[in-house]
């Protein structure tokens, strides 16, 4: 039976969605149907189609009361909302259905797996969130909660674990027909570890072990795990809370962590070997992959920064909607790193192919039918004057008389930065992020790709990634190249149509 809570959730955002003219949303990102969109949750391949949830706030564009909002799609790029799938209507998670995964059962069901969220009143008279993992079981389309829930309690939780910060299960099926699932969670030391729970049917659990831990490496509180092995390497992908930056990692204070390593299957030991950061931008939060049916593994992550998105419309002009993932993105592991490639189906996109080879130059330029909001463009960068080479190099983009975001390199320095002071912005929010990358004698490989309301940077192959909202009017759409010394450049423009 759907709750009224529910069926009043989906009567709103049916009304609401409408609304909304497709010109005013992104046009392959998802965004949220209406209201506030915030974690990918239940990333999973159900009957013959790619499911998205996600974190979800239908009746206004902040944070709210926690829904999950849910879409479907069979490309990963093109999405079709479906009517919410949970609402906080239970004693349980009367205060947010938080984030969580998704499997499918031997039965066919569809089993969700999640955070309930419960405020409780404490001795010193204020309230505070007790969180718990929670199930919810259906089709496809509508999922009945659980009976036995919460399925994870306090009482499963190892010693000095709060119970007020455990949260965003990451369920599996193991070889054997059996469950795992990774949750985040505070020990007593305050900053965070994974923890590990098992079961036979995915419906009883118990606790395993402690997976890994932080010892206040990475930030503080570690959220939404997810964990799997890709390229004979095991990786586990964190958003810690609160870290510091090391170098040129780690700087969004709220940002991802990638952690690759072996794991011994017959102990459940993962043994950590390396750490980078996920991407490099601005905006880019909690993670999900989904293994695809060919065997690739996907990842999508919420494409916002927690420390601006109380800032909406830089241009003055609220949106109806708040918040889009990213775009989906192939991972593989090569030299020891974590490399990330838009997913090959955004090819099927592509057209108009515009193509400028060996183009040296100085100062600033335009190349013909170079220009756009929905396009795909390629840029391999080498010195003009190979005994002399520049001292940077800028792709501006978004661009007319007042607005542009840019992205620069410093070969000298090999270092990009992503930059969109310009773009429309009347707050001091986060406008710049730095990262530093493998370049020999000032050559660089760069794939920018933009989609209305965001611009993604796939560096060197995607070695590293960097990626940014912008709000810019859409009628900024100029693309120009500037060179501080002489550079060579090759460009091919792709648009990107529906």
């Known amino acids: 039976m759907i709750s009224q809570t529910l069926r009043e959730a989906r009567k ?4 609401s969605g409408k609304m909304i003219p497709e010109k005013d949303r992104p046009s392959f990102h998802l965004s949220a149907y209406t209201g506030w969109m915030n974690d990918p949750n239940g990333f999973f391949y159900y009957n013959g189609r790619y499911h998205m949830f996600y974190q979800y706030h239908p009746y206004d564009s902040v944070w709210g009361p926690m829904h999950w909002g849910h879409a479907v799609s069979e490309d990963l790029l093109h999405w079709e909302f479906l009517p919410a799938a949970l609402a906080p209507d239970e004693p ?5 259905c938080f984030s969580g995964s998704a499997v499918e059962l031997p039965d066919g069901r569809q089993l969700l797996m999640y955070t309930g969220v419960a405020k409780k009143r404490m001795p010193d008279g204020g309230f505070r969130e007790l969180q718990t993992q929670c199930l919810a079981v259906g089709d496809g389309l509508d999922y009945e909660k659980y009976a036995g829930n919460p399925v994870l309690d306090q009482k499963d939780l190892p010693e000095g674990a709060s119970v007020h910060d455990f949260r965003d299960p990451k369920i599996w099926r193991a070889k054997d027909g059996t469950y795992r699932c990774v ?3 505070r020990p007593a030391d305050g900053s965070g570890q994974i923890l590990l729970f098992e079961s036979e049917d995915a419906f009883h659990w118990k606790f395993r072990k402690v997976l890994a831990e932080n010892r206040n490496r990475f930030g503080k509180m570690w959220e939404c795990p997810d964990f799997f092995e890709l390229d004979e390497k095991q990786l586990l ?3 810690p809370q609160d870290m510091f930056p090391q170098g040129f990692e780690y700087h969004n204070g709220n940002g991802t962590l990638c952690l690759i390593g072996s794991y011994d299957e017959e102990t459940e030991t993962f043994t950590e070997e390396r750490d980078q950061a996920i991407d490099y931008g601005i905006d880019f939060y909690a993670p999900q992959t989904v293994l695809t049916p060919d065997g690739r593994r996907v990842m999508i992550g ?5 420390d601006t998105c109380g800032v909406l419309g830089p241009t003055s002009r609220v949106l109806p909607w708040f918040g889009q993932m990213s775009l989906p993105r192939e991972l593989s592991i090569k030299d020891g790193r974590l490399f ?8 099927a996109m592509r057209s108009q192919p515009v193509r400028h080879d060996q183009v040296t130059f100085e100062g600033e330029i335009s190349l013909p039918e170079v220009e756009g909001r929905q396009i795909d463009l390629e840029i391999e960068l080498s010195p003009g004057d190979p005994e002399r080479i520049y001292q940077k190099f800028a792709v501006r983009f978004a661009k007319n008389d007042q607005y542009h975001t840019a992205v620069s390199f410093r070969p000298y320095e090999s270092v990009v930065k992503l930059d969109r002071k310009f773009s429309g912005s009347r707050r001091a929010i986060i406008h710049q992020r730095r990262c530093l990358v493998r370049s020999e004698n000032g050559s660089l490989k760069l794939r920018l790709i933009l989609d209305r309301f965001s611009a993604e940077v796939f560096l060197n192959d995607g070695e590293q990634v960097m990626s940014a909202t912008i709000y810019t009017e859409q009628a900024a759409k100029g693309v120009s190249f500037f060179a501080d010394g002489s550079v060579t450049m090759n460009v ?3 648009d990107l149509e529906g």
Do not use: A, H
């Open 302 to 306: 919420w494409m916002q920064n927690w």
């Open 12 to 15: 709103y955002e049916e009304v």
């Open 492 to 494: 091919v423009k792709y």
């Open 183 to 185: 949750t985040g969670s």
């Open 237 to 239: 992908l964190i958003s």
């Open 92 to 96: 349980y998670d009367r205060d947010g």
């Open 340 to 347: 990330q490639q838009p997913v090959r189906e955004l090819e």
